[in-house]
Nanobody, 127 residues
Framework: QVQLVESGGGLVQAGGSLRLSCAAS????????MGWFRQAPGKEREFVAA????????TYADSVKGRFTIARDNAKNTVFLQMNSLKPDDTAVYYC????????????????????WGQGTQVTVSS
């Protein structure tokens, strides 16, 4: 079973950037597809970005496409989310998640398909 710990959240002005990290332990990191999700107050948790086990396939929510980049370093058991041109609407708790039992190049966007979750990191974007 893998444990996930997010870091890198904080307060940033609109137009700024943040880089989130998610460190995995207790499992074989390369056997998991990874995803980032976020949840704003009063809203459901929503998909942000996902990356395949290989790192070669990525997908993004339309709301972040062109501004956010997901990447992974399998040697360091870490997945990243680079967030640029941040907007107040990006304010949320950001969670990373891991999905087991998936092919090497597949990605998933549904939160219901992910097996493991981190505790989340708060991102606040001021206007």
């Amino acid at each position: 079973q893998v444990q996930l710990v997010e870091s890198g959240g904080g307060l940033v002005q609109a137009g700024g950037s943040l880089r989130l990290s998610c460190a995995a332990s207790g499992g074989t990191f390369g056997s998991y597809a990874m995803g980032w999700f976020r949840q704003a107050p009063g809203k459901e948790r929503e998909f942000v970005a996902a990356i395949s086990r290989s790192g070669g396939v990525t997908t993004y929510a339309d709301s972040v496409k062109g501004r956010f980049t997901i990447a992974r370093d399998n040697a360091k058991n870490t997945v990243f989310l680079q967030m640029n041109s941040l907007k107040p609407d990006d304010t949320a708790v950001y969670y990373c998640a891991a999905k087991a039992w998936i092919s090497y190049v597949a990605v998933r966007t549904s939160k219901d398909e992910y097996h493991y979750w981190g505790q989340g990191t708060q991102v606040t974007v001021s206007s």
